[in-house]
């Protein structure tokens, strides 16, 4: 891996960490950085599946329940992205991945279950707008 | 709030802030332009000779009043609407059609009731005005009488005229041709005379039981003896006092006596209506600037009346002054926030003393189909210091990462894009105007503006619904836009909310310690 690819990488990190900073006012707690989190990898698949069927199709959309989310839903769906990231070899976002899986998605609060869905659904549509905004500002991998 | 609406009426009439009593007394219209029938009137008849497209000069040179009794106008102009069975868009079409040979006999006959309907309401209809049924003017007899007479001669220019033009709503008025030159009708004295008259009167049919009814009665704004509380005209658009409102007791008798008023304050109230309609009207817009549903006026409440002077000096010198003036500047950038996605950029200059006075109120309203004014709620107690800490919240919330890079800013139109119902279609679509939504944005925007905690599960459940409904489209830059837009009114809300929260226990604390 060339150094230009690690700074860009490193950048892509921060870049997430910046925007849950920034954010506060509707990513107040763990459970709701998780949840966005979980969005962002959603986002980030969603993207891929686009590029590889030539923007016709992202069979993942189907999973989420026309984005009506709560807190099981969210917690099943990084798994299966993580799964289907590995099945289409596709390892330019694995730093990312790990960044997510590890700092945010962990942290989610699983006795958090009284937050209300509108608010879990919005978290979640905000990860999955900041996904599809990264790479395709960075133009794809 | 009637009080300080006299109030400003008063100082803006002492301080000549409109040029005549006749621009405070007459409506003003959306028209752009208007259609002029020139009438060439001698001694004894007055003669049709032809129309003219022109610009909107004002509304007081055509003595323009809406009728409320449905008819065009209240005193030969009349207004005609964009839409509608009587609109410019719907002559248009009728009219072409009947030039057009391939159409049906059912078709062209409809469409010949189109134009004797346009006819009978539009152009014989601006000459049965009430203010003209009232006056006894010989040449104003005559004018109307050439008019009637004229009619279908006066259709069909008005089809030629409006043929090719762009659909747009219209003023139909007159101008008076004799030997001493053009005039329109508001620059004839005795017409402009009558008019005000007419607006200011009390009514006729009235006078005898008044007279009997209201000794004792008290004007609401001066508590001076009140000539009557039954005007020809209403002193406020949205009070209408042809009909009853009951007082808590609930005696009919009393049924219109809850407004009494002075001629006196029934003029401040037209002027002080004109002034908040000039610079404190605002609209909340859709983000692509399209129509506004809610509106509202923002009526500044100074209780000493030197103060209220001031107010509106100074305003009208910012005004003036336009875009250069720094002060009045939070109102400018309202205005901006209420109808624009615009960047803030400067800030006001400091508060002056004349601030520590002064408060807003609110008041949220909507037009019917008619257009008629309904209000919709209102707000009391807005600090003009609050309002400035609302812009510095959305400067705030806009320089926030990726706002800028995504091209998302706050503004109230995104709050109105979130209420507004999914389900609603425009124009075109089949489905009714739903109107529950007008509530919660003047609510919400009522909240914001007084600084109460704002119902955020409204918000929330409002935007949810509204992703959710993009998300059966499963596009994902849609889908980004529209999160990008609620992450925006979201922050802007919460941050509103928390430093809202933080500032009243920083006030307990000081007022505790």
Not at chain 2, 123 to 137: A, D, F, S, Y
Not at chain 2, 464 to 475: N, T, Y
Not at chain 2, 501 to 512: C, N, T, V
Request: aromatic share 10%; glycine share 6%.
């Amino acid at each position: 891996m060339s150094l230009h690819e690690e700074v860009d990488k490193s950048s892509r990190i921060s870049q997430i960490k910046d925007f849950m900073e920034a954010h506060k006012g509707l990513l107040r707690d763990d459970t709701l950085r998780a949840v966005c989190a979980t969005g962002i990898a959603t986002g980030i698949l969603l993207e891929v599946q686009r590029e590889r069927s030539k923007r016709e199709s992202m069979p993942f959309w189907g999973r989420l329940n026309r984005l009506e989310m709560d807190l099981e839903r969210v917690r099943q769906l990084f798994p299966q992205i993580i799964n289907k990231l590995h099945e289409y070899s596709e390892a330019g976002y694995h730093d990312i991945i790990a960044y997510l899986g590890s700092e945010e998605i962990s942290r989610l609060d699983w006795s958090r279950r009284d937050l209300p869905k509108d608010v879990i659904s919005l978290a979640f549509a905000v990860g999955i707008a900041q996904g599809y905004w990264m790479i395709q500002a960075s133009g794809g991998e | 709030l009637i009080t300080a609406i006299a109030q400003l009426g008063r100082a803006s009439r002492k301080l000549g802030e409109f040029s005549s009593e006749l621009e405070a007394l007459v409506d003003h219209s959306r028209a752009k332009h208007v259609l002029v029938l020139r009438i060439r009137v001698s001694e004894n008849q007055a003669k049709y000779e032809g129309i003219e497209l022109e610009e909107n000069k004002g509304e007081e040179k055509y003595l323009y009043r809406r009728d409320p009794s449905g008819k065009p106008g209240l005193f030969i102009t009349g207004r005609i609407p964009m839409l509608g069975d009587v609109g410019v868009l719907n002559l248009q079409r009728s009219f072409i059609n009947l030039s057009s040979r391939n159409i049906s006999a059912k078709d062209r006959n409809k469409d010949k009731q189109a134009l004797a309907n346009f006819e009978k309401k539009k152009v014989i209809g601006i000459t049965r005005g009430k203010g003209i049924r009232q006056t006894t003017n010989k040449t104003l007899d005559r004018i109307c009488k050439a008019l009637r007479n004229n009619s279908r001669t006066i259709m069909k220019d008005i089809c030629k005229t409006i043929k090719s033009m762009k659909p747009e709503e219209l003023l139909l008025t007159v101008k008076i041709l004799s030997d001493s030159g053009e005039k329109y009708l508001g620059e004839i004295p005795e017409f402009a005379d009558a008019f005000e008259s007419f607006v200011t009167q009390v009514k006729n049919v009235q006078k005898k039981r008044i007279a009997g009814e209201t000794s004792g009665l008290k004007c609401i704004i001066c508590n001076n003896e009140s000539v009557s509380n039954e005007f020809e005209e209403n002193p406020l658009p949205f009070f209408f006092i042809d009909k009853p409102g009951f007082i808590p007791e609930g005696d009919f008798d009393k049924a219109y006596k809850v407004f009494p008023l002075c001629s006196d304050c029934f003029v401040d109230l037209r002027y002080g209506r004109k002034f908040v309609e000039k610079y404190l009207d605002f609209s909340i817009s859709s983000i692509e600037g399209g129509r506004a549903e809610v509106s509202f006026w923002l009526i500044p409440v100074l209780n000493d009346y030197d103060s209220v002077i001031s107010y509106i000096k100074l305003l009208s010198e910012s005004a003036a002054e336009g875009k250069e003036s720094r002060r009045f500047l939070y109102l400018r950038h309202l205005k901006d926030m209420c109808e624009t996605m615009k960047t803030i950029s400067a800030f006001d200059t400091e508060p002056d003393a004349l601030e520590a006075f002064l408060t807003f109120t609110a008041l949220f309203y909507t037009r019917d189909r008619q257009g008629h004014m309904r209000l919709i709620s209102s707000s009391e107690g807005i600090y003009p210091r609050h309002l400035r800490f609302m812009l510095e919240v959305k400067r705030k919330v806009d320089s926030l990462i990726p706002f800028k890079k995504v091209g998302v800013r706050f503004g109230f139109p995104l709050l109105r894009e979130f209420l507004m119902p999914t389900d609603m279609k425009g124009r075109g679509g089949a489905r009714r105007r739903s109107e529950g939504w007008y509530k919660d944005l003047a609510s919400t925007l009522g909240d914001m503006f007084v600084g109460e905690p704002i119902k955020k599960s409204l918000i929330y459940k409002a935007i949810a619904s509204k992703i959710r409904e993009l998300a059966k489209e499963a596009d994902l830059k849609k889908i980004s836009d529209i999160s990008f837009k609620a992450l925006s009114l979201v922050e802007y809300i919460e941050q509103l909310d928390s430093s809202q929260s933080k500032r009243e226990m920083l006030y307990e604390f000081a007022r505790g310690s």
